[in-house]
């Protein structure tokens, strides 16, 4: 059975970075495309970002220049290195192939505030 447990979210003035990680089992996370999600309170969960198994990126474009997507499939980890953070990437951030194959995990939460 896959599981996948977000970590690294808090709170976070504008301005700030943090590092979310994606840590995944039961599953050979190398041979998905695994993309980064994020839903803010009454929004829908919507794409942020993508990484194909052999690490090329894609971004949504709110995000280009400020986060970076990686992954470490030795690991079965990917993560989101997020910089110049601004009130409105606070979301829950939630990770998932990009097919959205694996059951949902239970995201971490970002909150950007001053």
């Known amino acids: 059975q896959v599981q996948i447990v977000e970590s690294g979210g808090g709170l976070v003035q504008p301005g700030g970075s943090l590092r979310l990680s994606c840590a995944v089992s039961g599953t050979i996370l190398g041979i998905y495309v695994m993309a980064w999600y994020r839903q803010a309170p009454g929004e829908q969960r919507e794409w942020v970002a993508t990484i194909t198994p052999d690490g090329i990126p894609a971004y949504k474009a709110s995000v280009k220049g400020r986060f970076t997507i990686s992954r470490d499939n030795t690991k079965n980890t990917m993560y989101l290195q997020m910089s110049s953070l601004k009130v409105e990437d606070t979301a829950a951030y939630y990770c998932?192939?990009?097919?959205?194959?694996?059951?949902w995990g239970q995201g971490t939460q970002v909150t950007v505030s001053s």
């Open positions: 998932n192939s990009l097919s959205e194959h694996f059951s």
